[in-house]
């Protein structure tokens, strides 16, 4: 493990994405997205992910320099189509105008088709709890979950976040995927030669599967099976389909996107998918104050409850991400060394120069 | 099963919800909610819990003629306490009001504190994907669902409703709790004396217990434990757990009601509980006839997807109730005997006159 400084790590992405074509701008902000998320130890979705945007930018599947068309507009509401340009951009700046809307209106809304890979759907959230609103962020991906009772995939993971704030910076934030997991977490059985649990995901008959490496394979081929949703197979795994389905509905259905069974990555990069934003003020219900002492009241009492016999403590969403973002700030960000490498590699390829090689551990 | 026309289940809980002090027009519009219910197969939630209303009526929990106060308002946002009311009724008032504040200005939103148990809330969403809008709603409940790591309840089983419109009327409607189940089907499994499948529920030590007898003890008692998040034990259950505190923040931190492990259940009746509905015109985002034409094609596909091994068919949320409600149109509600006899005998307790007993099968 390496550890950068949060700047360096932002700065040296953010050339990076402008060597790429993004207009300064964007590529700060896409940098600013990317790098929150390694802060918090999501690493999947961090630079790690950089050079699959480069590799979809230089094939010219990412846009890197198209900005969204307006499609409707309201002091409420936006429809936009993002014309396949950069995701993580066209999301802060979008969910940025949808804050706006809330603080002159109360709520504002959000439908987005034809973008990209946004990164962490709980950046977008958190940065309206940060303004005292509640936030939602959503987005589909590529069609990997199976409803219940199929036996072929037709919704992705499709996540949800939802942020608010606590006092003294403090924010709930909720980001889960629909499905029970994602495919990264069935990359990693695979690549450390165990059974999966049941309950995470199906084969080409649509019956559970331990195997991820037969898995793996046919969902590349698009031969059926695919992950579960969320609450497993039979019954319970309705819930998860609900939600999935919900959540294409508010991305791709609203904004006039593609849905279902036709998002498909390409070899390369990631589909071209959609996104929702919601925000509302506090204040249309009460004081922000007064809310935000109740949040922190509830937020006290849930890690007050009793840990079960062999668990240390409970937590509430979003909060050990925060821990390890406090960690990142006083020791730097902590970086696979593969990871760093493919950045420089990516970088020298673009003709930048980087700083020597950050500390170890 | 005895099978009942829908206008005479609904006139005569309407006359008995009168009977209890109800105004005439509170008492239609809790009716109609409760037999919403049973006539899409939900018994649970329908006239069968008639008898639990008039308890917390009679004793003066639930407070027949309380009106909501209005406590903040927008013309996109309204923050009531309903001051202990009927929850039925109160929630499709509300629901009403937020959809004509959506017909005016794109979107409604309520927060609620203070209210009574209001039926399904799927019903609520429904009402406004009649109208052409996104409908959500939500409240929470007694305490009953256990945090990932905890070993006491903190959290109600807290339902999502959401539904959204197709073409001919068609609509897909989720209506989930965020536990893995609800304490009902433990209920059920008690009595049929069989073990629970691991990853509904835990014991007082936090760990997966299967045995509904003892758990049903302890949690009536309080010594802790109870039903697991939806997602189950372990990691997984942090989806469901997170979900039931967002619906905890929306209805109960926003309005200033009770959250938490402060909401209980009292012997006779059901907690003061709080709501949370948001409605959202389709056309902020694109012609409403266009949004349901992707529904509609999104529903088709869903439909079509090859079931899995042993399955029959591939629904979408809401599908089967609907076609359950088509059933009981056809030929009637069905009722359970039971619950039609404890209905008589509370009308006639009531001073109302019953017409003869239905037909059967």
């Given amino acids: 493990m390496l550890y950068i400084d949060r700047e360096e790590l932002e700065s040296l992405s953010s050339r ?70 950069v995701g993580l951009s066209i999301g802060r700046n979008t969910m940025e105008k949808v804050i706006s809307k809330a603080a002159e209106t109360g709520v504002g809304v959000s439908s987005i088709r034809n973008s990209n890979h946004f990164g962490i759907a709980g950046y977008y959230a958190e940065m309206a709890a940060r303004r005292d609103m509640i936030g939602i962020a959503m987005t589909n991906t590529a069609a990997l979950g199976v409803p219940t009772n199929a036996r072929e995939a037709a919704f992705g993971t499709n996540p949800i976040a939802f942020a ?28 450390e030669g165990k059974p999966l649990p049941p309950g995470w995901a199906v084969g080409t008959d649509g019956l559970v599967s331990t195997d991820p490496v037969s898995l793996l394979e046919d969902m590349l081929h698009l031969r059926g099976g695919g992950l579960l949703p969320l609450g497993g197979d039979g019954e319970g795994g309705h819930k998860g389909y609900g939600l999935g389905v919900m959540v294409d509905i508010l991305c791709a259905v609203a904004s006039g996107g593609t849905f279902g069974r036709a998002v498909r990555d390409s070899e390369i990069t990631s589909a071209l998918v959609c996104h929702f934003f919601l925000a509302i003020r506090l204040d249309l219900f009460r004081p922000a104050e007064d809310f935000k002492k109740d949040m922190s009241r509830m937020l006290a009492d849930l890690n007050s409850l009793r840990p079960a016999e062999g668990a240390e403590r409970v937590y509430y969403a979003g909060q050990r991400e925060k821990e390890v973002e406090e960690e990142s700030r006083r020791r730097g960000i902590a970086l696979e060394e593969g990871v760093w490498e493919t950045l420089c590699t990516l970088a020298e390829d673009l003709g930048l120069s980087v700083k020597e090689k950050p500390r170890g551990p």
Same sequence: chains 1, 2.
């Fill in 164 to 191: 608010a704030p606590s006092l003294d910076g403090k924010i709930f934030c909720l980001d889960m995927s629909t499905t029970a997991v994602t495919r990264g977490k069935i990359e990693v059985y695979e690549r």
């Fill in 16 to 85: 990076i994405f402008e060597a790429l074509g993004l207009l300064p701008e964007d590529a700060r902000a896409s940098a600013e997205v990317l790098v929150a998320a390694d802060a918090k130890g999501i690493r999947s979705h961090g630079t790690a992910r950089l050079k699959r945007y480069a590799d979809g930018l230089r094939a010219g599947i990412i846009k890197a320099r198209a900005q969204p068309l307006v499609l409707q507009e309201t002091p409420i509401s936006l429809a936009l189509d993002a014309q396949g340009g």
